[in-house]
């Protein structure tokens, strides 16, 4: 059984910085894409970042880009998100998730993952 847990989140000032952590265990086939999701109370969750492994591509939206970095440790089998100058309005739950089916970044970051983890909190507050 596939499980991805996410670690790293808690409570940062703004303008602070933190890296998400996914931990992937029970994979038998390589992802096509992996990302990170998020979603703040009362709002539409957000592909924030993605990577995808059958094009090589990566996506950030545009609210992220320059401050976002996505990566992806194959020999650990982690995902990681380092995020930095954080602001409020990023508070919310982040959500790592893979990809089985032959999509680029951009696409996966717009639809729904096939395996997707618990969430690790964000807080970004003085």
């Known amino acids: 059984q596939v499980q991805l847990v996410e670690s790293g989140g808690g409570l940062v000032q703004p303008g602070g910085s933190l890296t998400l952590s996914c931990a992937v265990s029970?994979?038998?086939?390589?992802?096509?894409?992996v990302g990170w999701f998020r979603q703040a109370p009362g709002k539409v969750r957000e592909g924030v970042s993605c990577?995808?492994?059958?094009?090589?591509?990566?996506y950030y939206v545009d609210s992220v880009k320059g401050r976002f970095t996505i990566s992806r440790d194959i020999t650990k089998n982690t995902i990681l998100l380092q995020m930095n100058s954080l602001k409020p309005e990023e508070t919310a739950s982040y959500y790592c998730?893979?990809?089985?089916?032959?999509?680029?970044?951009?696409?996966?970051?717009?639809?729904?993952?096939?395996?997707w983890g618990q969430g690790t909190q964000v807080t970004v507050s003085s």
């Open positions: 990577l995808s492994a059958f094009d090589g591509s990566t």
């Open positions: 029970g994979v038998t086939l390589e992802p096509y894409a």
């Open positions: 998730t893979e990809e089985q089916n032959m999509k680029n970044a951009e696409d996966t970051c717009r639809g729904a993952g096939d395996y």
